[in-house]
């Protein structure tokens, strides 16, 4: 596994814990916290891919 595929499954592994806890959560403030946090690293994920491609295809 390369670095860019390490730190995509870092990226992945961080959204799903940040929605986890956005549906675990109580108050409402943490709760749109986690779930601003998740679609971040959503994102990164997403351009981490497109990276990931682009560099398997040069």
Do not use: H, N, W
Request: glycine letters at 0%.
């Amino acid at each position: 596994m390369t670095d860019l595929e390490d730190r995509l499954e870092r990226f992945e592994t961080l959204t799903a814990e940040c929605e986890l806890i956005t549906k675990l959560a109580t108050d409402s403030t943490k709760r749109e916290f986690y779930l601003k946090l998740a679609e971040k690293y959503r994102q990164l994920a997403v351009d981490l891919r497109q990276a990931i491609a682009t560099k398997t295809a040069a």
